[in-house]
């Protein structure tokens, strides 16, 4: 497990960019946090290091958003959706086991259907600094590995 600390959006967004040099077709992203957490900062950093020129957006209403990048990038959203079985009507399976990379906002919903080797990161907000933001990341050693060797600042 890697644990770092952003001050600010900014350093949220450039964590996510510098995390998007480690992924490849296939991978899937959990986030999980509570509201405000940094979530999509995040997503909007790895999209961006992967060359997506669309404006990124959280499908809070529409569930998914598509992107063009480096890859095809999947940006699901379970906030409005927590049902499990809702989300396999829905096809989800198609996006967590196909070639792009997914990106899951509220992931701890679909926990028992992420595949392994799933990166996990979860974002906590500092109660008394609105800007700081604890992140977590379990991930595979290949991927924890790269993500040090970026050299994040405060990666511990």
């Known amino acids: 497990m890697l644990d770092l600390v952003t001050h600010s959006a900014e350093e949220t967004h450039k964590f996510g960019e510098k995390l998007s040099k480690c992924l490849k077709a296939g991978d899937v992203v ?44 999947y940006h699901v959203d379970c906030y409005r959706e927590w049902r499990l079985e809702e989300w396999l009507k829905l096809g989800i399976n198609e996006y967590l086991y196909g070639n792009g990379v997914t990106l899951i906002e509220w992931a701890d919903r679909l926990d028992e259907a992420l595949p392994n080797g799933t990166i996990h990161i979860f974002l906590n907000q500092e109660i008394e600094d609105e800007n700081c933001r604890y992140i977590a990341i ?18 511990r």
């Open 138 to 155: 379990d991930a595979k050693d290949e991927i924890e590995k790269c993500i040090s060797l970026m050299g994040f600042g405060n990666l």
């Open 30 to 73: 959990a986030l999980v946090g509570d509201l405000a957490s940094g979530k999509t900062t995040l997503i909007k950093g790895i999209c961006e290091g992967l060359n997506v020129r669309s404006q990124v957006e959280s499908p809070t209403f529409t569930l998914m958003n598509e992107y063009s990048g480096k890859y095809s990038i």
